[in-house]
């Protein structure tokens, strides 16, 4: 159980990983205007937690063996059939959650930095 956690995690990590370069590049794309690039940022950022959150929802019901958790994990180490889908399941809304709750602190934090700057510015 252990091994399927930290493989779910280190699948949504990665997958949020290449979101946030592509957040990155936006925002440096924009940052001719600072308040502008930061709040492009904070809504990307939210769209990617709303997208967290819908995947956590339907974590459960997905077919574990359509998952990335799934191809790296070896087959010695794969549950029996009634159990795999529960497992996977659940690790991966851990995991989906987890880094939900995180996005959206970094959302809350660029856009009260895209208000700050745009205080500021005024």
């Known amino acids: 159980m252990e091994e399927i ?4 995690f280190e699948s949504v990590a990665r997958a949020c990983a290449f979101t946030f370069l592509a957040v990155v590049c936006m925002m440096i794309g924009l940052s001719y205007a600072p308040g502008q690039s930061f709040r492009v940022g904070g809504i990307a950022t939210l769209l ?5 959150l819908q995947r956590a929802g339907t974590a459960l ?3 574990h063996k359509r998952t990335e958790v799934w191809l790296y994990l070896d087959k010695s180490a794969r549950p029996h059939e ?16 987890t880094f ?3 996005t959206a602190a970094c959302a809350a934090a660029l856009l009260s930095g895209s208000l700050l700057l745009d205080l500021l510015a005024a």
């Open 61 to 63: 019901a997905r077919d």
């Open 5 to 8: 956690r930290r493989l779910a």
């Open 48 to 52: 990617l937690c709303a997208t967290l």
């Open 82 to 97: 009634p159990a795999a889908r529960r497992l996977v399941g659940e690790a991966l809304r851990e995991a989906y959650l």
């Open 100 to 102: 939900a709750r995180h």
